[in-house]
């Protein structure tokens, strides 16, 4: 599994020279099958899916895109994602219903990307879409199982995915606030069975690192996560690495390079998702 780092902050994009290094488009990974050159599975389409164009070098999207949620930094890029936006492309949108959104995954995503807040509704974008409403469980997409569980995380329901493509596996948990749930071991939320099952000896864990310790009791009203419960979950797991995800947009680079020196463990990887980075799970 190739995994293409293409949007790593969270809430709203940061643009400017002090967020250069890592990165400031908002939420996306873009997901290829060993031996291709095309990613084919999208997770969150905040505006670094604008990337995953060139990654298909001229060709036309074909694959599915999974939405962990619908704020706005995980869905402003799709209307803006060219190599989808045309006639030869296939896309398959698949997104969470909560239990007031109705039955239509097209209508709920089209109450954002609709007039007056956009000038066309998401069946208007060229080629061929399909949208789905997606359930809890292990289903088969794009040739890769595809696990999907609730998290907690505030406005609106949210899913955390684990990937497994036969040889290695990932657990992706972008939105994420498990002090919703109680305090936990640590202080910093509950280590509760979904996080721990999606996680579970993972190769990679993309996990909500918005928020220090220290910053969390202000913020956690928005629904992330501090960066050392990503760690603490990813131990807890038995988790090979951590990819602290989501920085928080007010995060300049130098603030991000060293949260992830102060969470890092002696007992396993940590690292700071950086745009245009190319992990190989292997």
């Known amino acids: 599994m190739r995994v293409h780092v293409c949007g790593v902050r969270g809430s709203t994009p940061a643009p400017g020279p002090e967020f250069a290094r890592f990165g400031g488009h908002t939420s996306c990974l873009a997901l290829a099958h060993d031996g291709s050159a095309e ?89 061929h879409w399909r949208f789905h409403a997606m359930a809890t469980g292990t289903t088969r997409i794009e040739g890769f199982g595809v696990t999907v569980l609730d998290v907690p995380h505030k406005g609106g329901r949210t899913v955390g995915f684990r990937i497994d493509d036969g040889a290695h596996t990932l657990a992706y948990l972008p939105d994420h606030g498990p002090s919703a749930l109680g305090p936990g071991p640590s202080g910093l939320g509950e280590l509760h069975p979904a996080a721990l099952a999606l996680a579970d000896g993972v190769d990679l864990l993309v996990h909500d690192a918005q928020h220090t310790a220290e910053e969390l009791p202000r913020w956690a009203h928005f629904g992330h996560s501090a960066a050392d419960y990503a760690v603490e979950l990813g131990l807890a797991a038995g988790a090979k690495a951590v990819l602290l995800f989501h920085h928080g947009p007010g995060r300049v680079d130098d603030d991000v390079a060293t949260l992830a020196k102060l969470v890092a463990s002696v007992a396993i990887e940590v690292s700071a998702a950086t745009e245009e980075d190319v992990i190989q799970l292997s």
């Open 39 to 127: 990613p084919c599975l999208i997770l969150d389409a905040g505006t670094g899916i604008r990337r995953v164009t060139g990654l298909l070098d001229g060709a036309p999207f074909q694959g599915a895109i999974l939405l962990s949620h619908l704020h706005w930094d995980h869905t402003q890029g799709l209307p803006f994602f060219a190599a989808a936006d045309r006639p030869d492309s296939r896309v398959d949108v698949h997104l969470p219903l909560g239990p007031d959104d109705g039955d239509d995954p097209l209508a709920l995503l089209a109450r954002a990307m609709s007039p007056p807040h956009f000038p066309i509704t998401p069946d208007q974008l060229l080629g």
